[in-house]
């Protein structure tokens, strides 16, 4: 499949062919170097005790078939809890991201649950996603977390509002218009070309971008500092292309966040810029 990782797949597989293979070598090796080194008596053995000899073998080989195939069935079981529990994982966070989609009201308050909730549910799912063996049924999760990302997630993200979330922290809605108006009307007034330019993707971000940098939104943000640190984590999890490497796997993407959620990478490059370079660094570092 498109989304499978083959190569590695085949290096995590149970080499069940190469053991049996490596058993016979040794055991070949073995009896020539009983050849060489033993008297001749040492071969003048009865046919019962050929017969004897290759059944302490066979006894010891059912022995270590039956071990290797008790430990294969823990693994498999262990690999459907994991993979259950991914699945699991991902209802929930096409549930929190539908309810975030579907709510009348995107303000500080109910924007911080969505991205609280989601930060929380990616942590686990990270952490069994990368003890997940690639195979076929790890492929599928990941589909399924793609389709989540691709769909679910990106609606929610396009429901938020920078508007309704500086007017939670003391923004008055007189001064976001006017912002608002004066970025729009700088648009208008930039020279044009005679060929009309392509839909920028960074149109929402820079408009955000100008509102933010008023000095009275940003003294306005800097009393709301606490809201960055969970931003932050939220960012590093579903927007960083380093964390996404093995979830997007299959995709020629490149998740760029001002593209994909540009009212948070304002709010987060506008607040505690420490907390952000310390997060990168320490995800550089891993």
């Given amino acids: 499949?498109?989304?499978?990782?083959?190569?590695?797949?085949?290096?995590?597989?149970?080499?069940a062919f190469f053991y049996a293979l490596t058993a016979f070598i040794t055991l070949v090796i073995l009896l020539e170097i009983l050849?060489?080194?033993?008297?001749?008596?040492?071969?003048?053995?009865?046919?019962?005790?050929?017969?004897?000899?290759?059944?302490?073998?066979?006894?010891?080989?059912?022995?270590?078939f039956a071990v290797f195939q008790y430990t294969k069935s823990k693994k498999n079981e262990r690999q459907t809890i994991l993979i259950q529990e991914c699945r699991d994982l991902i209802s929930q966070m096409r549930a929190v991201a539908n309810s975030?989609?579907?709510?009348?009201?995107?303000?500080?308050e109910r924007t911080s649950f969505f991205t609280e909730k989601m930060y929380s549910l990616s942590g686990s799912f990270n952490a069994i996603f990368k003890e997940l063996v690639e195979d076929t049924h790890k492929t599928i999760v990941r589909?399924?977390?793609?389709?989540?990302?691709f769909s679910d997630l990106r609606r929610?993200?396009?429901k938020w509002s920078l508007r309704s979330i500086l007017s939670d922290i003391g923004v008055d809605k007189n001064t976001y218009d006017s912002l608002e108006q004066s970025y729009r009307q700088s648009l208008k007034q930039q020279a044009t070309t005679d060929f009309p330019a392509a839909t920028d993707p960074f149109e929402i971000y820079n408009e955000a971008k100008s509102i933010t940098s008023n000095k009275d939104v940003q003294t306005a943000l800097e009393?709301?500092?606490?809201?960055?640190?969970?931003?932050?984590f939220f960012e590093q999890d579903f927007f960083t292309n380093s964390e996404l490497n093995d979830h997007l796997y299959g995709y020629l993407n490149i998740i760029d966040?001002?593209?994909?959620?540009?009212?948070?990478?304002?709010?987060n490059?506008?607040?505690?810029?420490?907390?952000?370079?310390?997060?990168?660094?320490?995800?550089?570092?891993?």
């Avoid at 009393?223 to 932050?232: A, P, R, T, V, Y």
């Fill in 269 to 286: 490059e506008t607040l505690d810029i420490t907390l952000r370079n310390i997060i990168l660094e320490q995800r550089a570092a891993r």
């Fill in 1 to 15: 499949m498109h989304f499978e990782k083959k190569w590695s797949r085949r290096l995590t597989e149970e080499p």
């Fill in 143 to 149: 589909m399924r977390w793609q389709e989540m990302y």
């Fill in 223 to 232: 009393k709301k500092k606490s809201i960055g640190s969970h931003f932050q």
């Fill in 156 to 158: 929610a993200m396009e």
């Fill in 35 to 64: 050849y060489i080194y033993t008297p001749a008596e040492f071969w003048a053995m009865k046919f019962i005790d050929i017969i004897n000899a290759i059944a302490q073998f066979a006894t010891a080989g059912a022995f270590a």
């Fill in 100 to 108: 975030f989609e579907n709510s009348p009201e995107h303000g500080l």
């Fill in 257 to 267: 966040v001002r593209a994909r959620a540009p009212v948070l990478a304002v709010i």
